[in-house]
């Protein structure tokens, strides 16, 4: 089996030039209509203006920072960080505020010769829907305005501006347009829209984004076909941001003083019930001031108290330590909190033995306990237990003889204070619970007053920096984008017809498929020619083609001593493949070389070689086979010299039978003997197996395979097939190459290229040289 030919790697560049520049035509046409369709729509296209706008925000990180004075009155002012506010500026809430109040679910428009623009500033009016929630999409409603009368017409119904009216489309007030610019006379109409989808549309046309990362500018961007509306929609956006921010500080003002007056009347009442109660106990008892004694009693009472509470702690967190030490499993545990104890001794025998026990438990882990280093560390933590356990009795000694001191102090203070009378007591109770209403009152006084203050200079947390300014000239539609976008779909769509038509198609038509599919080789290529349509090649009519027809006789090495060919066997995979054209004018190169050359119309079903010659009736092969006739009989002289031919003839018997009945051999044995070269057109392989016999007296079998028309499987199966294996030194040649596109370019199905002849003067005169030197002449045979 012969080996398939490695496939080399073509650049890119060079395969897509070679796939599709030839069908230069189609993409010219295909680019000149879509930039035709393009500029047609850019000129009818309704022009998009945008609108920018830009505001400070204050960022709690990003510095724009209020004045002190500003700051200090703005109590409810709250730090805002400015990626919440983009998302903030681009909500749902605020989109709707926008469609509502300027009324954008109920667009007006302007017919004009090619379509609907809007009327934004050119509408004498403008429509209020009185529920937002029951608005219904509707078609476009028509409508006339009377100045005059100031009444708008709709559906054959007056209305009066500035008045809610029912009409068959629900309860709409009709009014004065304030952005009317006179010089439009309409036809206007207008039509009614769902609030939410229109909120939705302008929250995807909106582009809110900060300046940059550490800036707390916001830049907004609005795209719209009315650089009016546009502006509107940006400048209400900002005026709805920061309305809401006042109304979110003044709703929290507004909940804290109701708060605080509650409060405030509340402490009131409860001060005046404990003054009132203290100028009872007074004037019952006749109390004018309190005891200066009992204040100092009562001083050091509190101050006693706090240290005997000290004097408890120091003794709980001896108790702790003297634990942690005695323990004898503590495993790295933590000391416990010496605070209070100012003893340095103590804290540093405690910092030594709680490094030995940490250095003990990591060395546990990988060291025995007999290993004398832990050995040490054990003697080491045992001779320091004893010393801090000494020392925590010690101090504990001093804390309880000074525990017992204190307590003897308080004694003798709480029985001083027991000489104070009850009722003066009673009276400090009510007075200190006085005081402490009095500061709850003065606080709720003092927040009420900042309240205020911060209501009354409230501002919002933002500044507008630029307020929104549309463009002069439209942004969009995009001219560059639309009309390269036009010539890329031309380009797609001629790539997609080309990729359609040959990517698609069942039968061959690239060489490089042959060799991609079988491993047969591909011997020579013959171009399509129209005037030919499988006639019989002259000088005279196509000089390519006979060019390739010596092309592939030399590639066959018909003319070679070493390794001489005579016999040759012509067959294809099915009928109208032009293996008789093919076998037909290989005979007439070979015999303008001069070499006598015979040709068999073995084809007895579809005889087309001795179609070719004029011979289609004439004795031949079948009356061979069937009759006694000799070999010299049946062969016949052309209108070529040194070309003869044997007819197909004619014959109602099986031609399969009748090739198999044992006379080809002497046959074959009498023209090797008079000719030089012995070519065999036989029939198809698919519907025949005529084919398969006669390679048996063949030296080289050409198979001829058709561009366009020989389905790929035929070619695939060249080699699984096991019949076609048996065909004897089996090689192709590519039939029929038509050049690809619409042109006559160099860019064939073959190679990817064609001979071109007569390109200059001096070649030319050289091709018609040699064709004047070929003279064809009619002469018979002599029998041999």
Request: aromatic share 8%; proline share 5%.
């Amino acid at each position: 089996m012969n080996n398939r030919p490695d496939q080399k790697n073509t650049p890119f560049v060079e395969a897509f030039v070679y796939r599709y520049l030839p069908y230069w035509p189609l993409f010219a046409v295909l680019a000149v209509i879509f930039t035709a369709l393009s500029v047609g729509y850019l000129r009818y296209a309704t022009p998009v203006y945008e609108a920018n706008a830009t505001i400070l925000i204050k960022d709690e990180k990003k510095g724009a920072e209020e004045s002190s004075l500003s700051e200090s009155m703005n109590v409810l002012s709250s730090k805002k960080i400015v990626e919440n506010e983009v998302v903030v500026l681009q909500s749902r809430n605020l989109a709707d505020k926008i469609v509502a109040g300027l009324r954008l679910y109920a667009p007006i428009s302007e017919s004009g010769r090619l379509g609907n623009r809007t009327a934004y500033t050119s509408s004498p009016i403008v429509v209020t829907a009185f529920n937002l929630d029951q608005v219904q999409t509707t078609q476009d409603i028509p409508f006339t305005y009377d100045a005059a009368a100031r009444k708008v017409l709709v559906g054959g119904a007056a209305y009066p501006l500035d008045q809610l009216v029912a009409t068959p489309y629900g309860s709409l007030t009709f009014s004065p347009n304030p952005r009317y610019k006179p010089g439009s006379n309409g036809p206007f109409h207008f039509r009614l829209v769902d609030p939410k989808s229109v909120a939705a549309g302008l929250q995807k046309k909106l582009d809110v984004a900060p300046a940059g990362k550490l800036s707390s500018i916001v830049r907004l961007k609005y795209s719209d076909e009315s650089p009016e509306r546009a502006e509107d929609i940006l400048n209400n956006l900002v005026r709805d941001y920061n309305a809401a921010s006042i109304d979110y500080k003044n709703s929290v003002a507004r909940n804290t003083i109701a708060f605080v007056d509650e409060r405030m009347r509340i402490v009131q009442r409860e001060l005046n019930a404990v003054e009132k109660q203290i100028q009872s106990f007074k004037a019952r008892n006749n109390v004018v001031d309190l005891s200066e004694q009992g204040k100092l009693y009562l001083k050091n009472v509190g101050e006693i108290d706090q240290k005997l509470a000290e004097v408890n702690m120091k003794m709980a967190v001896l108790g702790q330590v003297e634990q942690y030490v005695s323990a004898k499993q503590r495993d790295g545990s933590l000391v416990p909190s010496t605070l209070g104890i100012e003893d340095p001794l103590l804290s540093g025998l405690l910092e030594k033995l709680y490094q030995a026990d940490l250095e003990r438990d990591r060395l546990s882990r990988t060291t025995a306990e007999n290993h004398p280093v832990m050995l040490a560390l054990d003697e080491q933590i045992e001779k320091l237990r004893p010393g801090i356990l000494d020392n925590i009795r010690s101090q504990r000694s001093a804390l309880s003889a000074s525990q017992r001191n204190l307590a003897s102090t308080n004694s003798a203070y709480n029985s001083m204070l027991n000489t104070i009378p009850q009722k003066e007591r009673e009276l400090l109770d009510v007075s200190r619970e006085q005081s402490i209403k009095n500061s709850i009152y003065s606080f709720l006084l003092q927040k009420r007053e900042e309240t205020a203050i911060a209501v009354a200079s409230n501002i919002p947390d933002s500044k507008v920096v630029e307020t929104a300014r549309a463009s002069v000239l439209p942004v969009g539609p995009n001219k560059p984008f639309i009309l390269g976008a036009g010539i890329a779909f031309a380009l797609l769509l001629s790539i997609a017809y080309v990729a359609w038509k040959e990517g698609f198609s069942r039968n061959v038509l690239f060489r490089d498929e042959i060799g991609t599919y079988t491993g047969v080789p591909v011997l020579a290529e013959i171009a399509h020619v129209d005037h030919l349509k499988g006639k019989l090649l002259s000088a005279q009519k196509d000089a390519r083609v006979g060019e390739e027809f010596r092309q592939l006789r030399v590639a066959a090495g018909l003319f070679s001593k070493s390794n001489p060919k005579k016999r040759l066997l012509v067959t294809s995979s099915v009928a109208g493949e032009g293996k008789s054209f093919v076998a037909s004018n290989l005979a007439v190169n070979l015999s303008l070389s001069g070499k006598k050359v015979v040709l068999l119309d073995m084809d007895l079903r579809n005889p087309q070689a001795s179609r070719n010659f004029g011979a289609p009736q004439a004795m031949g092969l079948a009356e061979y086979l069937e009759n006694e006739v000799e070999p010299y009989e049946i062969i016949k002289s052309t209108e070529y010299k040194n070309l003869y031919l044997v007819s197909a003839g004619t014959t109602e018997s099986n031609a399969t039978e009748l090739l198999l009945n044992g006379k080809l051999a002497p046959l074959f044995d009498y023209l090797e003997e008079a000719f030089d070269f012995i070519i065999m057109d036989a029939a198809p392989v698919h519907p025949a197996t005529d084919a398969y016999f006669l390679t048996e007296w063949s030296d080289l079998t050409l198979y001829v395979v058709r561009h366009a028309y020989t389905p790929k499987a035929f070619v695939q199966n060249l080699d699984a097939n096991n019949r076609i294996k048996a065909l004897n030194n089996l090689a192709i040649v590519f039939n029929d190459v038509k050049p690809r596109g619409f042109g006559s370019g160099s860019y064939g199905y073959g190679y990817g290229h064609e001979m071109r002849y007569g390109q200059d003067a001096a070649g030319d005169s050289r091709l018609k040289k040699f064709l004047r030197q070929l003279s064809f002449q009619k002469k018979g045979l002599k029998k041999a």
